[in-house]
C-alpha cells in the first residue's frame, strides 16, 4: 500500500494527539517519524508509531513532559527530557546546542530521562539552516555485543553529522556503528533469506547467517564484524556514542538501557534516567568564512562524486545522497506500507477514531 | 634490537635538535614519537624519523615554525601551523581547546600548514589531566578508496577519543578509519603472508589478499571492507575527518593532501595549506560533577570488562587496555626495533654525530 505523505503525516499526528501530546508536539513527533519513511529508513518512522503508543500507555513515556535544562556553561549542557518522546525532546536539545554555538561558536548538549529519538539524521540537518556543522547521537536498547563478547552491551548507537555546502546539496552521514541495522535483518526474516556472514553472532557467540539469530539470543555485530575486520573500532565508536549520551547526561548506558519494545519490562536496578542523547553544533565561521568553506565543501563534494567508479554506473555516492533521492520521489509518489505497518496503523485508527488515508 | 626508552628518547630528541629543531620542540616532538612506541603503534614512532628529516631536508617541514591562531572565537579557532612538524603544532592546538573548554565548557581548534602529527591518541590524552573528554583527528596522505571508487581520495584518517574515568584507567579508543592499518600491510609484506580479505583492493577496483595491493596501484579499504559490510559506513567516518581536519581549517583535502614520504611531491594544484588536524576538549563538569561521571566511567568500564566472553582467556577489552599493557611492559623491558629501523636510526647517527643506543 502506498500513501500520500500529507496524509500520513495528518494521520499521526492526530495519533499523537490522541494519544495525548500536545499539538505542537504531535506535529513535531509527526514530522520526525515522517523524514524517516520520506528518506527510506523505514524501521524508524511510522512502523514505529505503534510502538510509542504502547509506549505512553504503560506510562513510560511522558505525553506532557517539563523539559528542563539542569546544568550548563556558555557552550554545554545537559537536559532532563521529563521521559517525553525522544521525538520532540531531541529536536529541543539540538535547538539549545545551536543557540550556544550562535553564541560562543559551538553548542554540545547530552540529554537524559529521554526515549527513542527517530532517526539521527533529522536531528543533525536542524543546525544546517544556522550555517552550523550539526552532529547526533543517541544510545538505544542493547541489541549489540563487543568484540569477545558474548553478551549485548550495546544499542545500534548511530552516529550523524550534517555539513552545509553551497550549490551542492549538503553531506548528511547518518549510520548506526553496527555493520547491519537491525532493519535490515528484519527485512531478510520476512523474505526468509540468509544475512551475510559478520552481521550478527548466534547466543553462544559463533558467526551465523540465521537472520533470527540476534531474535535467538544472539546479537548484532559492531561496524567491522569480527575482530580481523575492525569489530573492535566499531566497539569503540558505539562505546563513545552511549558514553557521551548516558554517562555525561545521568542516562541509562550500556546494558541498563531500556527496551523500545513495552512487553520488555526496563532493568530493575537502573543506573541512571531513560535513554540518552547528544547534540552538537559548530558554526563553520566559528572556523573561517562561511562562503569560503562552503564553496570548498563543493569542490570536495564533486572530486568525490567524480571519482573514477569501479563498475560503470556505480558512482561514488556523497552520504546523504541516496536518501535525498528516494525523499524526492516518496514526496511526489508517496511512501510503501508494507502489510503489517498497514495493519498496526488501522488498529490506531480504529482505537483512536482517526481516518486512516487510502491509496494514494 | 631492544633499546630502552630513555635513551631511545634522547636519541630522537638529539637528532630533532641537529636537524634544526628548537631544544623544546625537539623534546616534545621527541615524548610524541616514542609515545608511540611504548604503546605499540611501532609505524608511527621511531620508524618515522628519517621521514620526518628528509621532509625537513626538502623543506617542506619547517623546524622554527611561527605557529598562529588566525581566528577564534569562545569556543573555536583555527591554527596556521607554519609547515611546523605535526608532532609540535598537535600539541599547541590541543592546549588551545583545552584552555577554551576551561573558559566556556568545551574548546574546538582545527588546524592548517601543518604536517603528520604521530599517533592520535597522544594528542587526544592531553586533555585527561583537566579532566576533560579528549578528541584528535588528522587528514593523511590519500591511500584509501571510498567505497565503488578506483581512485585512493582519502588517508588512513583516524579518530582519537580519550575519557576519564575514576579507578579505572581511561578509555583510550584511538583508531584508523580504516579496516586495518598500513602498519599491519607492511607486517605481512614483510613476512611474505596474505591480507585477509576486505583489506585491501588492487589497482583495477578488486578485492585482493596480496599485501602488496595498495604499493602496487591498489588502496586499502574504509572501515567494513565491502559494501555489504557497511564500507560505506567507515568511508563517510573519513570523509567527516577528512572535512573537519581541513575544509574547516583550511588545509588541503582528500587527493590533494601531501604525501608524507619525501620523495612524491605534493600535487600541483593545492587547495589548501599543508595537512589538517581537528582537535576538542570538553570539560566533564560542564554536563554533570566529575567525580559523578567518573564513578559511573568505572562502572561502565568494570560491567563491559566483566561481560561473559566466548572464549575462555579472551576477555572483553576496554579501548587502550592493549596499549596500556604494552607501555607498561616497554617502560620496563624498553623498545624492540626492526632491523630496517636501527638502520634508518644508525644512518641519522652518522650523519648527526649523534651516538645511537646500545641493546639495553
Chains 1, 2 share one sequence.
Request: aromatic share 6%; glycine share 12%.
Amino acid at each position: 500500500m502506498v500513501v500520500a505523505h500529507d496524509s500520513l503525516f495528518q494521520f499521526t499526528k492526530s495519533i499523537l494527539e490522541a494519544a495525548g501530546c500536545p499539538e505542537k508536539d504531535a506535529r513535531l513527533g509527526a514530522q520526525v517519524l515522517l523524514s524517516a519513511d520520506l528518506r527510506g529508513v523505514d524501521s524508524h518512522g511510522v512502523a514505529r508509531l505503534v510502538g510509542y503508543v504502547r509506549l505512553i500507555d504503560k506510562n513510560r513515556v511522558n505525553t506532557r513532559p517539563d523539559v528542563k535544562i539542569v546544568h550548563e556553561t556558555p557552550s554545554t549542557g545537559v537536559i532532563d527530557g521529563d521521559a517525553g518522546l525522544g521525538l520532540v525532546v531531541g529536536p529541543e536539545a539540538m535547538n539549545l546546542a545551536i543557540d550556544k554555538a550562535k553564541q560562543v561558536g559551538s553548542g554540545w548538549v547530552a540529554v537524559r530521562n529521554s526515549n527513542h529519538y527517530g532517526i539521527a539524521g533529522y536531528h543533525a540537518m536542524l543546525a544546517l539552516k544556522d550555517d552550523c556543522i550539526g552532529i547526533a547521537m543517541t544510545n538505544a536498547s542493547p541489541l549489540v555485543a563487543p568484540t569477545f563478547s558474548k553478551e549485548r552491551l550495546l544499542g545500534t548507537n548511530p552516529i550523524a553529522v550534517a555539513i552545509p555546502a553551497d550549490k551542492e546539496p549538503p553531506f548528511v552521514l547518518d549510520m548506526a556503528t553496527t555493520t547491519a541495522a537491525n532493519g535490515k535483518l528484519e527485512i531478510l526474516q520476512r523474505k526468509n533469506k540468509q544475512a551475510p556472514t559478520g552481521w550478527i553472532q548466534d547466543a553462544s557467540g559463533q558467526s551465523t547467517t540465521d537472520p533470527n539469530g540476534v531474535k535467538d539470543g544472539g546479537a548484532l555485530l559492531p561496524l567491522g564484524g569480527d575482530r580481523e575486520h575492525g569489530s573492535h573500532k566499531g566497539y569503540g565508536l558505539s562505546s563513545v556514542v552511549d558514553i557521551l549520551s548516558a554517562v555525561l547526561s545521568g542516562a541509562n548506558y550500556g546494558p541498563w538501557v531500556p527496551p523500545f519494545v513495552a512487553f520488555m519490562e526496563p532493568a530493575a536496578d537502573p543506573v541512571g534516567k531513560g535513554i540518552g542523547h547528544f547534540f552538537g553544533a559548530m558554526r563553520i565561521d566559528g572556523f573561517r568564512p562561511s562562503g569560503e568553506f562552503k564553496s570548498h565543501m563543493d569542490n570536495w563534494i564533486g572530486r568525490f562524486r567524480n571519482a573514477e567508479p569501479i563498475m560503470k554506473g556505480h558512482d561514488v555516492l556523497i552520504p546523504g545522497d541516496p536518501e535525498r533521492k528516494l525523499e524526492h520521489e516518496r514526496r511526489k509518489d508517496g511512501i510503501p506500507l508494507l502489510d503489517a505497518v498497514v495493519n498496526d496503523l488501522k488498529g490506531l485508527s480504529d482505537r483512536f477514531g482517526v481516518e486512516f488515508p487510502g491509496e494514494i
